[in-house]
């Protein structure tokens, strides 16, 4: 009987993994805290995000979106995140949809183009573009000068 339940357990540990998607990108992060241009990787598993920069072969930058949002190390809630790095009017996980390229603010403004989508939401917060497709990125908001873009490298 013991040896059935390792068995299951061994098994079932295998089946609850989750893949983890892993790609070499341009990454530009610019917002009033924040200013970087570099290549690097981006990595999605089921839960979490990872963006790292290099430049010079040096990391630079580390940004990991999963619980919580973890900066070059330092790590905070997403509310925390967003008044200290985006700006405090954004929903809480703002950071963690547009790193996987997922609608924001619940599709609004959303048109959808084959593979693509593109967002634009005007209000008195915010002024952004938003477009995403498979491995590229693209966040504008004119309004709090914010600019991210992830671009894959590799096709």
């Given at each position: 009987m013991r040896f059935i339940f390792a068995l299951?357990?061994?098994?079932?540990?295998?089946?609850i993994k989750q893949p983890s998607i892993s790609y070499p990108a341009s990454i530009v992060f610019k917002t009033p805290a924040i200013k970087i241009a570099a290549?690097?990787?981006?990595?999605?598993?089921?839960r979490k995000v990872e963006v790292e920069g290099y430049m010079a072969g040096q990391p630079v930058f580390e940004l990991i979106a999963a619980k919580r949002v973890c900066i070059?190390?330092?790590?905070?809630?997403?509310e925390m995140f967003n008044e200290k790095i985006l700006g405090?009017?954004?929903p809480r996980r703002?950071?963690?949809?547009i790193l996987r390229g997922e609608p924001i603010f619940e599709g609004a403004g959303m048109r959808k183009i084959g593979e693509e989508?593109?967002?634009?939401?005007?209000?008195?917060?915010?002024?952004?573009?938003?477009r995403a497709?498979?491995?590229?990125?693209y966040?504008?908001?004119?309004?709090?000068n914010i600019l991210i873009k992830l671009r894959r490298l590799d096709g």
């Open positions: 299951f357990l061994f098994f079932a540990g295998c089946a290549s690097g990787f981006v990595k999605k598993s089921a070059n190390g330092r790590c905070m809630s997403y405090a009017a954004y703002l950071i963690y949809h989508f593109v967002q634009r939401i005007d209000a008195r917060n915010f002024a952004i573009i938003y497709k498979k491995g590229h990125i966040f504008r908001d004119n309004k709090n």
